[in-house]
């Protein structure tokens, strides 16, 4: 296995286990911490803005200094008063590994409190290797990635360790941790890869959807309102956030867009369809028809619009960072057409390309692992 090693070097963090620190309260003192940047907030400023009483503040604070979450910033002048020491968040007392597993790559990125990257492997993998030989690559991976940044192995540093965040090709239900069918890959259905991995590494595993981890970091990173993230690489899926919020569907099944039917006569998908978007998509790709290509991904993405009328549609995956304007392009002339004809306005729902290159969807599976933190679990 080919890899990439990408480190940032420094001592290893002293914080306590996050997991104990998750109360409500808790979890809105550090939100704001994490927010007031190296600046800094005062208590009194965060027991106006939780609701809390100051009591009640000094107590998590103190608590949050004592195992390492919480310093000192220095101190803030005040009317009327001796001058305010101000708290900031120590990014390094915890991390959280974020994995994307795809059918035949590999990349592990080691996240701060902060959401920032200090480590990361590349390289890759077969889906069709079997599940032992697959979890045992990722185990390592992670292991190495952690022995790497923090300088000792799993679970060695879950104390400084949230857990893992795994995201991969759905179907699957991401409450159980079970994946479904996996398109293209049917061995791997009904397998339990949240608690085999999590039994391999001794840390709490979480499992998502490449697609939706994608959302949450989006929105994490601040991407608001309602949202479409198309990731189009050796699949094609969606993630949608909706009022703020990664929209699952009760079954995770919500975002498996790329098995909608757009030719009944057409081609077979892996799905076992004919006509899907992916399969049209992806055939366009293969022939080297990038145009085409966009322009069956701007169909679906309409149907996607007029269907729960979003603000933005992103695009990302390694096939539209290939050629990101052309399918940039191609998904907006489809988009404008269709609100001309609709409203007569021309005023076509925004396309752009994500930031933050492939790492996108691991940096994703991370914040699985840090929303919960800070008070921004998903449902």
């Not at 195992?67 to 708290?87: C, I, N």
């Not at 679970?155 to 179907?171: M, N």
């Not at 479904?180 to 991995?197: I, K, N, Q, S, Y």
């Not at 169909?299 to 096939?319: H, P, Y």
Request: charge should be neutral.
């Amino acid at each position: 296995m080919d890899r990439v090693n990408r480190t940032k070097s420094g001592p290893g963090p002293v914080g306590a286990n996050l997991l104990a620190v998750r109360s409500h309260n808790t979890a809105l003192v550090l939100d704001l911490l994490r927010g007031a940047g190296a600046e800094g907030i005062s208590r009194l400023e965060l027991a106006e803005r939780t609701g809390l009483t100051p009591q009640a503040v000094s107590k998590i604070t103190a608590r949050l200094r004592e195992e390492g979450f919480a310093a000192e910033a220095g101190r803030r002048a005040s009317t009327g008063g001796k001058p305010r020491t101000v708290l900031r968040l120590v990014p390094e007392a915890g991390h959280a590994v974020g994995v994307h597993l795809d059918r035949d790559e590999l990349r592990t990125v080691l996240l701060d409190l902060n959401g920032a990257v200090v480590g990361e492997r590349y390289g890759t993998v077969g889906l069709g290797g079997g599940a032992d030989a697959v979890l045992d690559l990722v185990a390592a991976e992670v292991t190495a990635l952690v022995r790497a940044v923090l300088g000792a192995g799993v679970p060695a540093d879950a104390a400084t360790l949230l857990g893992v965040g795994v995201a991969l090709p759905g179907p699957l239900d991401h409450v159980r941790g079970v994946l479904h069918r996996v398109t293209g890959f049917p061995e791997w259905a009904g397998f339990p890869l949240r608690d085999a991995l999590a039994g391999r590494l001794g840390v709490p595993v979480v499992v998502d959807k490449d697609t939706n981890a994608a959302a949450l970091g989006l929105a994490a990173a601040g991407e608001g309102g309602s949202f479409a993230y198309l990731h189009l690489g050796t699949g094609l899926g969606a993630g949608l956030v909706i009022g703020g919020r990664v929209h699952r569907g009760v079954r995770t099944g919500a975002g498996e867009f790329g098995h909608q039917v757009l030719q009944l006569d057409g081609p077979l998908c892996s799905c076992g369809d004919r006509g899907c978007v992916e399969a049209l998509c992806l055939a366009a790709v293969g022939r080297g028809e990038t145009a085409e290509a966009a322009r069956v991904l701007g169909v679906g993405a309409g149907n996607l619009v007029s269907l729960l009328d979003i603000d933005l549609v992103l695009l990302g995956g390694r096939t539209v960072a290939g050629d990101p304007e052309e399918y940039v392009r191609g998904v907006t002339e489809v988009l404008s057409g269709r609100a001309r004809r609709a409203v007569g306005t021309g005023e076509a729902v925004p396309v752009r390309v994500v930031s933050g290159g492939e790492r996108g969807v691991a940096v994703g599976a991370g914040q699985l692992l840090l929303g919960p933190v800070f008070g921004r679990g998903e449902e």
